[in-house]
């Protein structure tokens, strides 16, 4: 398997442009998060999804922010209007269906969002 | 709520053996995990402990201690890729049982 695929790597805007972040979770996966990691606020979870449903959206910062996931294999994460205090790289990760045993999250390579 | 303590960096020389310490506190526990994450790359699992005592991974092996709302990673025979950030993580259920809340992480510095 390919692992999570995110796209794009890297990404420098405008402020007020909207930014769109794309995530392909691993094959099968049924829980897909959204993280976001800064210097001052460190790995923060924004958003996660089980069988394509939003479960739970308590970290998504305001309402510039919003999360979709059309299908199993495909999941967005749009920033509109963006701000400069937006820059961070974005994960995405992916999980089976959680049990009380040992469970993983796999993450994608990230994102590297630059607001100017 | 919940949170996590780290601290922020530790410093040793290859060969040598470190140890991570993390304590926490949370509102229910489901277990504690290890990530590591290398500048630049993502974080990737490492061990996961989910009741009392220690799990050996090669060279890496995890400890909790449920009691004392405790946990470390250790690292034996340390090399120079093993600098990186290592988070620790709760499943919680006063969170909703299937979110991870990460600590600050530890910057470890490995030297020749």
């Known amino acids: 398997d390919a692992g999570v695929i995110q796209s794009p790597r890297h990404e420098v805007t405008e402020m007020g442009q909207e930014v769109t972040l794309r995530c392909k979770p691993i094959?099968?996966?049924?829980?897909l998060f959204w993280y976001r990691q800064t210097m001052m606020r460190g790995l923060e979870l924004l958003i996660y999804?089980?069988?394509?449903?939003?479960?739970?959206d308590s970290g998504m910062p305001e309402d510039r922010f919003s999360a979709k996931m059309p299908n199993a294999s495909f999941s967005t994460l749009k920033i509109q209007p963006s701000e400069p205090r937006d820059s961070a790289v974005y994960f995405c990760?992916?999980?089976?269906?959680?049990?009380?045993?040992?469970?993983?999250?796999?993450f994608g390579p990230g994102t590297r969002l630059l607001v100017l | 709520g919940q949170s996590l303590e780290q601290p922020s960096e530790v410093t040793a020389v290859e060969g040598a053996i470190v140890q991570i310490n993390c304590t926490y506190q949370?509102?229910?526990?489901?277990?504690l995990s290890w990530y590591q994450q290398h500048d630049g790359g993502a974080p990737t699992f490492l061990s996961y402990?989910?009741?009392?005592g220690l799990e050996e991974t090669g060279r890496f092996s995890s400890f909790l201690s449920r009691s004392d709302s405790y946990g470390y990673l250790l690292l034996q025979e340390l090399q120079m890729k093993d600098s990186a950030s290592y988070f620790c993580?709760?499943?919680?259920?006063?969170?909703?049982?299937?979110?991870?809340?990460f600590g600050t992480g530890t910057r470890l510095l490995v030297s020749p």
């Open positions: 990760a992916s999980s089976l269906a959680l049990e009380l045993a040992q469970e993983t999250q796999y």
């Open positions: 094959s099968g996966h049924d829980y």
């Open positions: 999804f089980n069988n394509n449903v939003p479960i739970d």
């Open positions: 949370t509102s229910g526990f489901y277990g």
């Open positions: 402990n989910g009741l009392d």
């Open positions: 993580a709760v499943r919680d259920e006063g969170t909703g049982f299937q979110k991870l809340v």
